[in-house]
């Protein structure tokens, strides 16, 4: 800019001008350039990032956005270059402010680096049910800073990307077909074998549970008060798991109180010993000596 002061000062303005009007246009020119090699390797980009099968949101990003910008952001310095001002300093100027923002917003450029590796890892997508840090429900939306989900009890749940890629994150959609464990527990003097054909019968009539891979009843451990079983069924949609879980549950318990077969509760069992005896035998022999 002192330059071209000094150029005005120097010389006529009409003469200013006329010398000024050929570097605008050849300005204009170079930054068209640039415009139309966007516009021309743009549409390759694009179909290169998709046979990768690269997700949309971050073709976006890489292409619409990134590329875009970086290159009509040199496409102008190009071009305000062929103006004859000196361009060095100002890129030194952004590039300290560039710097400061960075060490200003350290957390949010980490939820953003997350964000890239979500959108191209793929754990998971809008429409799956997920479990990430202990919040279950089906994902609504992914941004680069965020995921958000929605939980069974219709809450809004916004979990920053850091930490859904730095915890346990549990995909329930990732398959299609989910298998869901319905713990329930008989007495000891219950025989397992009659309880199974009961809890299998409920299991299948249950409204959700699929038929192929069947219901399953297994023991799982022997518990302080009972027998622990486990019935295991399948749903074909994430969606179902929790409220088929409840329905099974529930049809299990009805159907061992119809077939009198007793569900335990949790209960202590004490022993006592008499030691009288041996006491006073203990004082008689300490008497004695």
């Given at each position: 800019?002192e330059?071209?002061l000094?150029?005005?000062?120097g ?37 290169m ?6 997700a ?6 890489m292409?619409d ?12 310095v190009m071009?305000?270059?062929?103006l ?11 590039g300290v402010?560039?710097?400061a923002?960075?060490?200003a ?21 809008v ?14 939306d992914i ?15 916004v ?6 890629i730095g915890d ?7 398959y299609?077909?989910?298998r869901i464990n319905?713990?329930l ?7 397992v ?7 299998l ?19 799982t451990?022997?518990g302080?008060s009972g027998?622990?079983?486990e ?6 949609d ?11 549950l529930?049809a ?6 119809q077939?009198?077969?007793e ?11 008499d030691?009288r005896s041996?006491?006073?035998?203990g004082?008689g022999?300490?008497?004695r000596?």
């Amino acid at each position: 800019m002192e330059q071209i002061l000094e150029t005005i000062a120097g010389q006529d303005l009409d003469q200013w001008l006329r010398a000024l009007v050929p570097r605008l246009v050849t300005a204009g020119l170079v930054f068209f350039a640039f415009w139309i090699l966007y516009r021309l390797t743009r549409p390759p980009l694009r179909a290169m990032l998709r046979r990768g099968r690269v997700a949309e949101p971050l073709i976006v990003l890489m292409v619409d956005n990134t590329y875009k910008a970086a290159v009509l952001i040199f496409g102008a310095v190009m071009a305000v270059s062929q103006l004859g001002i000196d361009v060095g300093a100002a890129l030194a100027g952004i590039g300290v402010v560039g710097i400061a923002v960075g060490f200003a917003a350290q957390e949010t450029i980490a939820n953003m680096i997350a964000g890239f590796l979500i959108f191209w890892d793929r754990p998971f997508e809008v429409g799956h049910y997920i479990t990430a840090q202990g919040n279950y429900g089906i994902v609504r939306d992914i941004t680069m800073r965020s995921t958000r989900i929605q939980t069974q009890e219709n809450t809004w749940v916004v979990i920053p990307n850091k930490q859904v890629i730095g915890d346990l994150l549990v995909n329930h959609s990732m398959y299609g077909k989910t298998r869901i464990n319905v713990p329930l527990g008989i007495a000891y003097k219950e025989a397992v074998a009659k309880a199974r054909p009961v809890l299998l019968a409920a299991a299948a009539g249950t409204e959700g549970v699929l038929a192929d891979p069947p219901p399953l009843v297994v023991v799982t451990s022997l518990g302080d008060s009972g027998v622990n079983l486990e019935i295991r069924v399948w749903v074909g949609d994430a969606a179902d798991e929790r409220p088929v879980l409840h329905r099974t549950l529930e049809a299990c318990k009805t159907a061992l109180d119809q077939a009198g077969i007793e569900i335990p509760f949790p209960h202590l069992q004490l022993f006592v010993e008499d030691v009288r005896s041996r006491v006073w035998e203990g004082l008689g022999a300490a008497r004695r000596g």
